[in-house]
C-alpha cells in the first residue's frame, strides 16, 4: 500500500479524528487542508513559500494538465514531483469534475465521455482506464478514481445510473492502476443529496477495498446544512482505518464541520481564488480589501494572524495593490488565505487532541459570523 492511515486520537466532545497519514513523500498529519495548484502551481506561490506556510500535501489537477503540456511531458521530467520541485506529498484528481463542468459538447456513456477542450476546441475522450494512465503518468502519491459528479439539483433518476456507473468505472480504475506500491489509489462516493444512494454507493465502493475513500458531488450548489446532513449519514459507513477525503470544500465552517464528522483531507479552489479579487478570510469573518474604508487603515488584515503579509503590510497597502492590480497585491492576499486555513487546521487538530472541538467550533462561529448558506 502506497499510503497508510494511523489513528492518533479521538475527540471525546464531537468524535472528530486526529490522524496521520503516511505516504511516498512524508507523513501528513490530519484533518488536513490540501492547496490546489491546478496547473502545477499554486497560483503566484512558490513551493518554498508553501512550506513556510506548513502545506503539507496539494492538490493538482489530471484534466488540465492532460490539456497543457500533457502527462508525457510532465512524466519525463520525473512525474509532478520533479516537475514543479515539490518533494511533499501531491494528489491528483481524476478530471471527472472538470471534464463534466468545464468542457463542451459532453457524450457520456459506459466506456467514458467524449469531449471537446474547452482551451481549444480538439476533440478528447477520457476513460477510467485514460484517467489511469494520465494519473501514473503525473505521479501524485494520491489519485483519484474516474467518476460522474452529478450537478445539483438532480434528480434521483439521473444521479442513480450516474452513481452506479461511478462505481462500474471505479473497478475498471482498480484493473488499469499500475502502480498501487507507490500511488495510493482512492474511491469516491457519489448519490447526490439523497440517503438511499448515499448508501448504495459507499456499500459497493467501500467493497472494492481502495486504501482510501472520498465523497464527491458536494458542495456543488446545495445549502451547506444538506451537506453536513449527507456526511451525518455517509461518513459512518466509511472504515476507519482509512483516511476520509471531503471533495471540493474549503469554507472555514465547512472544514471545522467536516472534522467534526470525521472527514480527514479537504481541498478548495476557494481560498486562492477569492484572494485573487481581494477577499480575505479572517478571524473576524470576510474582509473585502476593496472597499473604501480601508484606504487609510494601517492596521494588518488580521490582528490575529501571524503570517507573512499580516506580519509587514497594512490593510492600506494592500488594498493599493489590488486596486492596482499588482501582482506583489495578489501573492499577499494569497499567502494569508492558504495560511489562515492551514492554521485553522492547525488549531482544529489541537483541539481534538484536548477534547474540545465543539467548544472551539462555538468560539471561532462566535467570531466569524457564518454566512447561513455558504458559509463564507
Ligand atoms: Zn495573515
Not at 433518476?157 to 471505479?170: I, L
Not at 470525521?262 to 484572494?275: E, H, K
Request: hydrophobic content about 40%; glycine content about 8%.
Amino acid at each position: 500500500m502506497a499510503v497508510r492511515y494511523e489513528l492518533i486520537k479521538k475527540c471525546k466532545q464531537t468524535g472528530a479524528r486526529v490522524g496521520k497519514l503516511h505516504t511516498p513523500h512524508g507523513t501528513i498529519d490530519t484533518p488536513i487542508f490540501m492547496p490546489v495548484g491546478t496547473l502545477a502551481t499554486v497560483k503566484t506561490m512558490s513551493p518554498e513559500e508553501l512550506k513556510d506556510m506548513e502545506a503539507q500535501i496539494i492538490l493538482s489537477n489530471t484534466y488540465h494538465l492532460f490539456l497543457r503540456p500533457g502527462h508525457e511531458i510532465v512524466e519525463e521530467a520525473g512525474g509532478l514531483h520533479g516537475f514543479m520541485n515539490w518533494d511533499r506529498a501531491i494528489l491528483t484528481d481524476s478530471g471527472g469534475f472538470q471534464v463534466f463542468s468545464l468542457s463542451n459538447l459532453r457524450e457520456i456513456d459506459e466506456q467514458g465521455v467524449a469531449f471537446r477542450s474547452h482551451l481549444s476546441g480538439e476533440k478528447l475522450f477520457i476513460s477510467p482506464e485514460k484517467a489511469m494512465e494520465i494519473q501514473n503518468a503525473l505521479g501524485a502519491d494520491i489519485i483519484m478514481a474516474f467518476d460522474e459528479c452529478a450537478p445539483y439539483p438532480a434528480d434521483p433518476d439521473y444521479v442513480r445510473p450516474s452513481m452506479e456507473r461511478t462505481t462500474r468505472w471505479a473497478e475498471r480504475c482498480l484493473k488499469a492502476h499500475e502502480r498501487p506500491h507507490t500511488q495510493a489509489l482512492f474511491g469516491i462516493v457519489q448519490g447526490g443529496v439523497y440517503r438511499e444512494l448515499r448508501e448504495q454507493s459507499a456499500r459497493e465502493i467501500t467493497s472494492l477495498d481502495f486504501p482510501g475513500y472520498a465523497i464527491g458531488g458536494l458542495s456543488v450548489g446545495e445549502p451547506h446544512s444538506l451537506m453536513y446532513e449527507v456526511l451525518d449519514y455517509t461518513v459512518p459507513l466509511l472504515p476507519e482505518n482509512k483516511p476520509r477525503y471531503l471533495m471540493g470544500v474549503g469554507s472555514p465552517d465547512a472544514l471545522i464541520e467536516g472534522a467534526i464528522r470525521g472527514i480527514d483531507m479537504f481541498d478548495c479552489v476557494l481560498p486562492t481564488r477569492i484572494a485573487r479579487n481581494g477577499t480575505c478570510m479572517t478571524s473576524h469573518g470576510r474582509l473585502v480589501i476593496r472597499n473604501a474604508i480601508y484606504a487609510r487603515d494601517f492596521t494588518p488584515l488580521d490582528h490575529n494572524c501571524d503570517c507573512y503579509t499580516c506580519r509587514n503590510f497594512t490593510r492600506a497597502y494592500i488594498r493599493h495593490l489590488i486596486k492596482c492590480e499588482e501582482i506583489f497585491g495578489i501573492r499577499l492576499t494569497t499567502y494569508h488565505n492558504l495560511y489562515f486555513l492551514l492554521k485553522l487546521m492547525k488549531q482544529v487538530r489541537e483541539a481534538i487532541m484536548e477534547d474540545r472541538l465543539g467548544d472551539f467550533r462555538d468560539e471561532f462561529f462566535a467570531r466569524y459570523g457564518v454566512n447561513e448558506a455558504r458559509g463564507f
